[in-house]
């Protein structure tokens, strides 16, 4: 990706009551707000998401805040990347306009009692393996989208049911904000990118090649004609396994906005993957359109 060279500078923000005045001046002057959330540590997906946001909306928010909530216990909250200085150089660079970036203590003060839970798809893949994380997300999101109070707000396709429960939130609660879903970014050996990349040795970084290998065999497969839920899974499994350090968290060949299974590969259809390899838990998905 091409990165810009932008004049304006970058204004930093930690606390809540200074973005919702800036948000506000912003409204009242007509500009559009685009806002893209993180955990920081960015890469260049994050970045393709601040140049969509660049190239539709007058200012550009950006925000770090590694959420505390949406961590298990067994999680790798004190672990997780955190480079803020140069997340700031990366974000100055690209021309985004606000890097918003609050304490844990701002965002969830003591006697703070509150969370949003989107039911029925949050259950499902990751929601199976990480219970807490969807109940925390919509939670951090509601709470950022209060704050920022954004037009669009730009969410990549890699965390397809996290931006399913986005959608669903901002649709149940009538949020006044469009939600842009954007492609997964890969590297060019076809790893989707991911903060959490960093953490893989050279040789798990090769292991963690068989998630995108395996979802580029399912497309073929399909294309040749398998249409068993279970035959793209099982040879799935194959691929994944062969490789050494690699353990599975699920599989799941299902309907990319319900969430259910599939036993049968007939319309639109979601193959998503998580797979634990080395020190990192990974995820990648490939959508099979109708065909
Ligand atoms: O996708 C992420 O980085 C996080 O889940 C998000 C949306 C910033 C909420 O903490």
């Known amino acids: ?20 005045d800036i948000s506000q001046s912003l409204r ?64 100055e660079t690209i021309g985004a306009d606000i890097l918003f970036h609050p304490t844990k203590e701002e965002m969830y003060p003591p006697g703070y009692k509150t969370s949003v839970e989107v039911q029925n798809i949050t259950e499902q893949l990751c929601g ?19 704050i920022v109070r954004p037009h669009n707000a730009y969410f990549g396709e890699k965390d397809w049911q996290q931006l399913a429960v986005i959608e669903t939130l901002v ?5 006044d904000v469009a939600i842009i879903r954007v492609p997964i970014v890969r590297e060019a050996d076809g790893l989707a990118m991911s903060s959490r990349n960093r953490y893989l040795s050279p040789q798990e970084r090769q292991s963690a090649l068989s998630l995108s290998r395996s979802l580029q065999q399912a497309r073929d497969n399909i294309r040749r004609g398998t249409t068993s839920a279970k035959a793209i899974s099982d040879s799935i499994r194959q ?16 309907d990319p906005e319900s969430f259910k299974e ?30």
């Open 128 to 146: 199976k393996s990480r219970p807490d994380l969807f109940d925390g997300v919509s939670t951090v999101v509601l709470k950022l989208f209060n």
């Open 1 to 20: 990706m091409g990165i810009k060279i932008k004049s304006r500078t970058l204004r930093e923000i930690s606390s809540i009551s200074e973005m919702k």
């Open 239 to 254: 691929c994944l396994s062969e490789q050494e350090g690699t353990e599975i968290d699920y599989i799941s060949v299902c």
């Open 28 to 91: 009242k002057q007509n500009l559009t707000i685009g806002f893209v959330p993180t955990m920081g540590c960015l890469h260049a997906g994050h970045l393709n998401l601040v140049k969509r946001s660049l190239e539709t909306c007058d200012r550009t928010v950006v925000s770090i805040f590694i959420n505390p909530t949406q961590f298990g216990s067994n999680e790798d909250l004190d672990t997780y990347p955190r480079q803020l200085e140069s997340d700031i150089e990366k974000l």
């Open 171 to 175: 649709e149940d609660l009538n949020l």
């Open 262 to 291: 599939k036993e049968q590969i007939r319309g639109r259809t979601l193959i998503a993957l998580a797979v634990k390899v080395g020190p990192s838990r990974l995820i990648d998905n490939c959508i099979i359109e109708e065909f």
